[in-house]
T-cell receptor, first 113, second 112 residues
Framework: DTGVSQNPRHKITKRGQNVTFRCDPI?????LYWYRQTLGQGPEFLTY????????KSRLLSDRFSAERPKGSFSTLEIQRTEQGDSAMYLC???????????FGPGTRLTVL | EDKVVQSPLSLVVHEGDTVTLNCSYE??????LLWYKQEKKAPTFLFML????IEKKSGRLSSILDKKELFSILNITATQTGDSAVYLC????????????FGTGTRLQVTL
């Protein structure tokens, strides 16, 4: 499968715990995006990488959130001290060139109890 | 702040009907309008439109963009039950990120 992959697909955690998600983009894509989607809403932009550089972050991304893409390939999104409001689907997308269509992974559904 | 509004919010049609989904946008430094189909998983890319008045087609689906009126439509002809999904519209900008601003989607249900 050469699409975008994400792990885990589901994560249930208790409030206050830290969680980390992984995204593997399409191999030749150097642009990687994280979005968050809550029930009944469209995805909302969180952050963006070009190769290993994180070039833009949404104000939705509080200090508890951090994302990395250490070698310009896979990316991780970590949420520290999770809150119930963090419960959502976290989507990763990648694209080849600026302005090109973004291809989405299957998402990680986070539930914070 | 960039905004994308879709209508209707939901729609129920019979198999074989033709449907039109609407998307209006206000996106600073607009570059492109994208349509995605979302079933119970990640959004699947359908179309990307960058020029006004040029229709894009894929099978029974087609879409067109009006950059003067800041509007796009997605048409689905001869609907099938497999078309049941949420259809998302997104505006992309010319900024470094080319990030997408999504609408809330139109939920389409096609019944037998």
């Amino acid at each position: 499968d050469t699409g975008v992959s994400q792990n885990p697909r589901h994560k249930i955690t208790k409030r206050g715990q830290n969680v980390t998600f992984r995204c593997d983009p399409i191999s030749e894509h150097n642009r990687l995006y994280w979005y968050r989607q809550t029930l009944g809403q469209g995805p909302e932009f969180l952050t963006y990488f070009q190769n290993e550089a994180q070039l833009e972050k949404s104000r939705l991304l509080s200090d508890r959130f951090s994302a990395e893409r250490p070698k310009g390939s896979f990316s991780t999104l970590e949420i520290q001290r999770t809150e119930q409001g963090d419960s959502a689907m976290y989507l990763c997308a990648s694209s080849l060139l600026p302005g090109n269509e973004q291809f989405f992974g299957p998402g990680t559904r986070l539930t914070v109890l | 702040e960039d905004k994308v509004v879709q209508s209707p919010l939901s729609l129920v049609v019979h198999e074989g009907d033709t449907v039109t989904l609407n998307c209006s946008y206000e996106v600073t430094n607009f570059r492109s309008l994208l349509w995605y189909k979302q079933e119970k998983k990640a959004p699947t890319f359908l179309f990307m439109l960058t020029s006004s008045g040029i229709e894009k087609k894929s099978g029974r689906l087609s879409s067109i963009l009006d950059k003067k009126e800041l509007f796009s439509i997605l048409n689905i002809t001869a609907t099938q039950t497999g078309d049941s999904a949420v259809y998302l519209c997104a505006g992309g900008n010319t900024g470094t990120a080319s990030k997408l601003t999504f609408g809330t989607g139109t939920r389409l249900q096609v019944t037998l």
